[in-house]
């Protein structure tokens, strides 16, 4: 586990208890109630007058002195003393190899318990180790006695950093939550004053997104409150980490679905999601489900700075469930920004315009950042960086709070909602369907009463003549 050096702190103004001094600013591990119990084969074998019977080592070793173990630097692969190794003066027979540094005497540093007579158990002596070096440690338990094959060991290690319990690659986390939940609280209230100023004109997409800000603004507190507890007492407090988990998991599938919902231009091109909201809600349960159980997994196991092999087959299912979002996402982008087009509504084109290359610089962060988490994990096997292994889970949630600000300034309430509203654009499409009909209609009675006039006039035209013609033969019989 990462653990920083020990620190002085000394407060003037408050006398700390003699516990609180023995803690405050001590980065230290302790071991309490550690039981060894071999072989009871092993045991009846011993002289019940021989003082020590059995060694077991507990061992404790920065990362980058690991070679300081086994006979290495003697050009041996052996990891115990032999005695052809202790006719050199190099070890003690029986004991691991440890090479001694000079100028860091106590690195590695070992712990010895010894079995007596013919007991089957023993336990180690209540004792804490400073540690006066920033690094990451590893705790060994070994033994060189084959006899002693099957031993088992049962109690618990205490690993404190100097500022609380957290583990080093924990530690920036509490912080970083902590400005998250104010960043998120910020937001929120650009939010709600925003909301309550044009409030007559709220959509029903605008709620979505308080809702996403909620969960968020709840999400980042209690992982705070959670880390906040661990670092002070050394344990989780299961309720709130179950609690954080899981608005965690929330948050995360409704906001995918918020950028589904508005990227198929629910309430901007459809009024509702009609069959396919069977499909969206599917697929979000199923990211639910997995998002939830990989939480778990990660979150309620053992606590340390290694990765665990079981989280792979969790993290398998999230993943191709994200493809399966951007995909659909980016798909039902295409088909409104084409609707958009057709109906040339210039205004809402240039909206979802905006929306999509934000989603796309988004992408492409997301995949250069697993580009980087693939080569960080590769570069770094035995966690040596874990005082920079924080920024990785850091920048997600950083991501999602950009992301959510944009979509916040681009449907931001206003005095003008008809800029994206659906019903608006409806009755402009039937208002001049509405005026191209009565357009029509005038221009065929008009054409109809024409035809009637010109009639009218070519039978007034012929009785004129037929009258003419009258009175030029009554002139003639004159």
């Given amino acids: 586990m990462g653990l920083y050096a020990s620190k002085l702190h000394v407060d003037p103004d408050k006398k700390p208890s003699p516990e609180e001094n023995h803690l405050n600013g001590k980065s230290f591990i302790r071991f309490e109630s550690i039981t060894f119990r071999r072989p009871k084969e092993s045991a009846e074998k011993k002289n019940e007058m021989q003082q020590k019977t059995g060694l077991v080592e507990a061992i404790i070793v920065e990362v980058k002195d690991r070679e300081k173990i086994g006979?290495?630097?003697?050009?041996?692969?052996?990891?115990?003393?032999?005695?052809?190794?202790?006719?050199?003066?190099?070890?003690?027979?029986?004991?691991?190899?440890?090479?001694?540094?000079?100028?860091?005497?106590?690195?590695?540093?070992?712990?010895q318990t010894f079995f007596e007579g013919k007991t089957e158990e023993t336990t180690m002596l209540l004792q804490t180790v400073e540690i006066n070096h920033t690094g990451m440690y590893y705790l060994y338990f070994m033994f060189c006695?084959?006899?002693?094959?099957?031993?088992?060991?049962?109690?618990?290690?205490?690993?404190?950093?100097?500022?609380?319990?957290?583990?080093?690659k924990m530690a920036p986390l509490m912080t970083y939550f902590g400005l998250m939940s104010l960043a998120y609280?910020?937001?929120?209230?650009?939010?709600?004053?925003?909301?309550?100023?044009?409030?007559?004109?709220?959509?029903?997409?605008?709620y979505h997104i308080t809702a996403v800000i909620g969960l968020g603004m709840c999400e980042m507190a209690l992982w705070y409150f959670e880390y906040a507890n661990f670092n002070a007492t050394g344990n989780r407090p299961m309720g709130i980490t179950l609690w954080a988990v899981t608005f965690t998991a929330v948050k995360k599938t409704v906001s995918r679905l918020l950028l589904l919902v508005v990227s198929m231009g629910y309430g901007v091109v459809r009024p509702t999601l009609g069959g396919v909201i069977l499909?969206?809600?599917?697929?979000?349960?199923?990211?639910?489900?997995?998002?939830?159980?990989?939480?778990?997994?990660?979150?309620?196991?053992?606590?340390?700075?290694?990765?665990?092999?079981?989280?792979?087959?969790?993290?398998?299912?999230?993943?191709?469930?994200?493809?399966?979002?951007?995909?659909?996402?980016?798909?039902?982008?295409?088909?409104?920004?084409?609707?958009?087009?057709?109906?040339?509504?210039?205004?809402?084109?240039?909206?979802y315009r905006k929306f999509t290359n934000s989603l796309a610089i988004s992408v492409l962060l997301s995949i250069a950042w697993v580009g980087y988490e693939l080569y960080f994990n590769a570069a770094d096997p035995l966690s040596e960086l874990w005082q920079r292994a924080w920024i990785i889970p850091a920048f997600w949630n950083l991501l999602a709070f950009v992301l959510l600000v944009v979509i916040c300034s681009l449907w931001a309430p206003s005095n003008n909602p008809t800029r994206y509203?659906?019903?608006?654009?409806?009755?402009?499409?039937?208002?001049?369907?509405?005026?191209?009909?009565?357009?029509?209609?005038?221009?065929?009675?008009?054409?109809?009463?024409?035809?009637?006039?010109?009639?009218?006039?070519?039978?007034?035209?012929?009785?004129d003549l037929f009258r003419l013609g009258e009175e030029v033969e009554e002139d003639k019989r004159e």
């Avoid at 052996?78 to 027979?93: F, H, M, Q, R």
Wanted: contains cysteine; hydrophobic residues 40%; charged residues 20%.
């Fill in 279 to 351: 499909k969206v809600l599917l697929l979000g349960l199923t990211y639910f489900v997995f998002s939830e159980a990989l939480g778990l997994v990660e979150n309620l196991g053992n606590i340390d700075d290694l990765t665990g092999k079981a989280r792979l087959f969790l993290v398998l299912p999230v993943s191709l469930l994200d493809a399966c979002f951007i995909i659909w996402i980016f798909s039902a982008l295409s088909q409104t920004l084409e609707k958009l087009q057709i109906r040339r509504s210039m205004a809402k084109f240039a909206l």
């Fill in 421 to 463: 509203a659906y019903s608006e654009e409806t009755g402009d499409e039937l208002e001049v369907e509405g005026i191209s009909l009565t357009s029509s209609s005038v221009l065929l009675a008009g054409e109809s009463a024409n035809k009637q006039l010109e009639r009218k006039e070519r039978r007034a035209s012929n009785a």
């Fill in 185 to 206: 609280l910020g937001l929120g209230l650009v939010w709600f004053l925003w909301s309550v100023q044009y409030w007559k004109d709220i959509i029903q997409l605008q």
């Fill in 71 to 111: 006979g290495s630097y003697l050009h041996s692969a052996a990891i115990c003393c032999t005695p052809d190794l202790s006719k050199e003066g190099s070890c003690n027979v029986g004991e691991v190899i440890i090479h001694q540094d000079p100028n860091y005497p106590y690195n590695p540093q070992r712990i």
């Fill in 145 to 168: 006695d084959p006899e002693l094959m099957g031993t088992t060991i049962s109690g618990r290690t205490v690993w404190r950093n100097p500022d609380g319990y957290l583990p080093g």
